[in-house]
């Protein structure tokens, strides 16, 4: 049995931060213990500084804790340290938790192109933790206990997924192709203006697009013999094109893909199906509590997944892929959905650090 494990929170009073407390005040063995967030919420309770927008009512246990700056003092108490900070903050607050020899799990996109963080789905790409040893010897002085582990945009996470599902089965992907429909909490609060998306779509999200694009490689990509960098797929080089939109859906992001792999006779539809049914990673057959029971979930009904009726499934820990079928262009075709609050966000911190206290990463 995994002993309690102290762990803070960045940006608590956040979109972000608030999904992290929900998630974390019934966790097993992680005990929110000290809660960050700017200098004007600083020594106010959290009841008083949070403007809580969560379905379920504060966590009792959180309700009178104190919100500290975003020190790395205030959490010297912490094993681990969850960040959903801004990005125009992130950067400089997470490099200085880290160089205080604190293990932080980030929510933010400033370290996900850095050459030794790991950018991790934990139902796809954990074997990348293998970098944390590279990455504290490269700072100066070298670390021991510290470290940044970054997880994916809220998109690319639910798209790679069943990608890595249908590599393992068939090998390399060669051609992506992904239409998104995302949720206006993806956002953020307050978001984005009733008079921008009601009764209409907004056929561009700044900056997501050439995000999936590039993530993809880092994700499904391997790493070097050393562990010393990663090699972004670069033995079968992926081409990715990614169109992405803003939708009248609160929570849930859908995605359909067509994918052309690099071998010439395409899998059929029921092997495809089988293969993603099939698919499972190592979060769940060591027992990390956060995640799924099924890592996907495939619908054979022809009009789902829909994000209403199942984007909480497995409380949103798994993606759910429905209509797999032949595509005339690629090889084959379906549509995903993933919860972009849950595996999209914060679920994805939480079960990188299961992983990581499993593995003896953080002590």
């Not at 681990?80 to 020899?101: H, K, M, N, P, W």
């Not at 590279?134 to 996470?157: D, M, W």
């Not at 992506?176 to 008079?195: D, E, F, H, K, R």
């Not at 990509?221 to 009248?248: I, K, Q, W, Y």
């Amino acid at each position: 049995m995994v002993q309690e494990v102290r762990v803070g929170v960045l940006g608590a009073t956040g979109t972000v931060g608030q999904r992290f407390i929900v998630l974390l005040s019934a966790h097993p063995y992680f005990k929110l213990h000290a809660l960050g967030a700017s200098s004007r919420s600083a020594g106010q309770t959290y009841t008083k500084a949070v403007r809580w927008k969560q379905s379920v009512p504060i966590p009792a246990g959180v309700r009178e804790m104190v919100v500290k700056e975003c020190q790395a003092a205030e959490f010297a108490d912490c094993a681990v340290v969850f960040s959903g900070l801004d990005s125009d903050v992130a950067g400089t607050i997470e490099s200085a938790f880290r160089a205080a020899e604190l293990a932080v799990f980030s929510n933010a996109g400033n370290y996900r192109r850095d050459p030794t963080c790991p950018l991790i789905v934990p139902l796809v790409n954990p074997s990348h933790f293998d970098i944390i040893p590279h990455q504290r010897s490269l700072l100066s002085p070298p670390l021991t206990k510290g470290f940044i582990v970054t997880n994916a945009n809220c998109s690319t996470t639910g798209l790679s997924i069943p990608l890595k599902a249908l590599e393992d089965a068939f090998g390399p992907l060669e051609h992506v192709l992904v239409t998104t429909m995302q949720a206006i909490s993806g956002a953020g609060y307050p978001g984005v203006s009733s008079l921008d998306i009601l009764d209409n779509v907004v056929p561009l999200i700044g900056g997501e697009e050439e995000k999936m694009e590039w993530e993809l490689a880092k994700i499904l990509g391997g790493m070097s013999s050393d562990a010393t960098s990663f090699d972004l797929h670069s033995e079968s080089p992926l081409t990715v094109s990614a169109s992405c939109n803003r939708v009248p859906v609160l929570d849930g992001h859908l995605e359909c893909a067509s994918v052309r792999f690099l071998r010439k006779d395409k899998p059929s539809v029921e092997a495809v199906k089988a293969a993603l049914r099939a698919f499972t990673c190592e979060a769940q057959t060591i027992g990390c509590p956060s995640a799924p029971e099924q890592a996907i979930f495939v619908h054979e009904e022809p009009d789902r997944p829909q994000p209403r009726l199942d984007r909480y499934f497995q409380n949103g820990a798994g993606v759910s892929v429905g209509r797999v079928r032949p595509c005339p262009v690629l090889d084959i075709k379906f549509v995903v959905l993933v919860n972009n609050v849950s595996i999209g966000a914060a679920t994805s911190s939480i079960i990188n650090a299961e992983y990581a206290v499993a593995k003896g990463i953080v002590a």
